[in-house]
């Protein structure tokens, strides 16, 4: 992370600066053109954003920070020519189709899992890598094995490919009371085992990880119901802040909670039954650009299927853990619905302890 300095007199500090993605040292930068010229583009916008800047001490220092993280990947920057590449094998820069999705690999500052960006450096990229139209293998999952078959590889961008699309599939499911739940499900095991591996490499030492909880529980009489499951989009670009809420730049899932410690805000709901017990804990990042107010209430209706009611702000403090660092808005919601089922278990609860 990069600071800059703090004048004398001044009454805030200068906000920490989120660091790039994680590109392994002695790695190259490889990346594509469209990808260097986005490198170029976010610089022409930083140094716009400094001119704006001018006379703000606090923030001109801050846009030069995050200008010097810029500036050392673009001058590393390795554009790879496709031109050049065996247009029958999977390589950097390939659109590659596999059990009917579509994605291309590409550089580690392009890489958007979302629009079905891999960096190149990422498990399933690496699994990719090399093989031909036709190729079956399979892949570790955290069930065992994936099985994969290359269906199409090309270096022109292909008309299946959608990167203006959000590439989850929302699952859209009645419960009994006539409400509808949705939920964000991983399209292939491929990405829940890019997360697993990442995931545990990188963070392997949280006393307390969120992201690792059952998916699916059993009720008094055996059925099986769901469970509550945090999303888990390592890929997805998460608000930094500082002590006050006030946003101060991005990072990816991923470079959050490794234990780089950047402070990122979450909410907490307590959900509350009429005789004062708590009968539900869920949790939720605050998405980049929300406040968290506005994350709460899509996460009610988005996942709970809920509407119209106005959970309460309990307290805010900083929660803090080997790997990471959450600004926490604690919420409470005063219901008698039987809402989805959460997690059991020390380990999650802990998520909860200081609320």
Known sequence: MSRGFIKEGDQEEIPMVPPRAHLPKGMPNYVT?????????????LENERVAASGNY?????????????????????????????????????YVKYNGRTVRIVGVDEADFSKGLLSF????????????????FEIKIPKGTE????????YDCPSSFRPDLDHRERVVEKSPSKRTTAKIQEISPLRLAASVEMTTTETKNDAVNHDEVPRCARNDNGTVVDIFVPENDIMAFLPVVNERGIIVGRALH????????????VVHLHVINNKGVATRKYWWHVAFGDTPEKTLKRKLSETLGISDVKPKLKKQY???????????YVYILNSEENLLKTPEGKEYFDIFAKD
Request: hydrophobic letters at 40%.
């Open 33 to 45: 053109h469209e990808g260097l010229e986005a490198l170029n583009k976010e610089r022409e916008d």
């Open 254 to 265: 991923m470079e959050l909670h490794k234990g780089n410690k950047i402070l990122h805000p």
């Open 121 to 136: 450096i990422s498990p399933v990229a690496k699994a990719l890598v090399g093989k031909k139209v036709g190729d079956k």
């Open 147 to 154: 099985a994969i078959e290359i269906q199409g590889i090309w």
């Open 58 to 94: 606090i923030m001109s220092n801050f846009i030069d920070a995050k200008m010097k993280l810029l500036i050392d990947r673009i001058n590393t920057a390795v554009e790879v020519d496709l031109t050049k590449a065996n247009k029958e094998t999977v390589s950097f820069g390939a």
């Open 318 to 328: 900083i929660r803090e853990t080997k790997t990471e660092k959450e600004l926490v």
